[in-house]
């Protein structure tokens, strides 16, 4: 089965500041997409940005950006310009394109953005 | 544009008991997924409905069940609670055509069995 690992826990961040959110996945697949998910307190999860395999451009959204290794498997997530907004649980998720609908989740790191 | 709704938002129920939980799709979506997210935890998939039929299922027990509505409309049925059941089930709507990455969460319905 793919495994989805995030190995920060938590993390912290000065606001305006860069951080960096690491994860690793484990597949036999060629073809996948992988994502990062927000999680405020609120607990509504908020897709932050995807990625799919095939691609070897780096997605980007305004201020969220990948680091995508697919030899690595290895799938970071950099927030620029740091805000307290940000301040939340993040989840990377992993799709495979021929493993059926399921998506396999990390244990998630909890980002704290300090004043 | 209507999003994902979740009912009830907490829930406590006794070991043994059965408890449903509903979930609305956001607007457009004829998809939906159910997931359990323990405390601590990323989400777990449990299983998902397309056109009111089990379209892929996790590793959970039978006693998960669900359904799927004709207005796309979905509930998850547990029977049998046990203590490792509390947690925060998480409804995910999506499209056919965009299922691949465009899944909507609600809010959640968090369940306390004691």
């Known amino acids: 089965a793919q495994t989805v690992t995030q190995s920060q826990p938590e993390m912290s961040v000065q606001e305006a500041e860069t951080v960096t959110l690491s994860c690793t996945y484990d597949?036999?697949?060629?073809?996948?997409?992988l994502f990062w998910y927000k999680q405020p307190p609120s607990r509504q999860m908020i897709l932050v940005i995807r990625?799919?395999?095939?691609?070897?451009q780096n997605a980007t959204e305004n201020r969220f950006s990948v680091n995508f290794q697919k030899a690595a498997k290895s799938f970071s997530l950099k927030i620029s310009d740091s805000q307290l907004g940000d301040a939340a649980m993040y989840f990377c998720?992993?799709?495979?394109?021929?493993?059926?609908?399921?998506?396999?989740f990390g244990t998630g790191t909890s980002l704290t953005v300090i004043p | 544009e209507t999003g994902v709704t979740q009912s009830p938002t907490h829930l406590i129920k006794t070991r043994g008991q059965q408890v449903t939980l509903r979930c609305s799709s956001q607007?457009?979506?004829?998809?939906v997924s159910w997931y359990q997210q323990a405390l601590g935890q990323g989400p777990q998939f449990i299983f998902q409905y397309y056109r009111e039929e089990e379209n892929g299922r996790g590793n959970f027990p039978p006693r998960f069940s669900g359904l799927q509505f004709p207005n796309y409309s979905s509930e998850l049925n547990v029977n049998a609670l046990e203590l490792d059941d509390s947690a925060l089930y998480l409804c995910?709507?999506?499209?056919?055509?965009?299922?691949?990455?465009?899944?909507?969460f609600g809010p959640g319905t968090r369940l306390t069995v004691t």
């Open positions: 990625q799919e395999a095939y691609k070897q």
């Open positions: 995910a709507s999506s499209r056919t055509d965009r299922a691949m990455y465009e899944q909507y």
């Open positions: 597949t036999s697949e060629s073809d996948y997409y």
């Open positions: 998720a992993y799709k495979g394109r021929s493993t059926g609908n399921q998506f396999y």
């Open positions: 607007s457009g979506h004829n998809t």
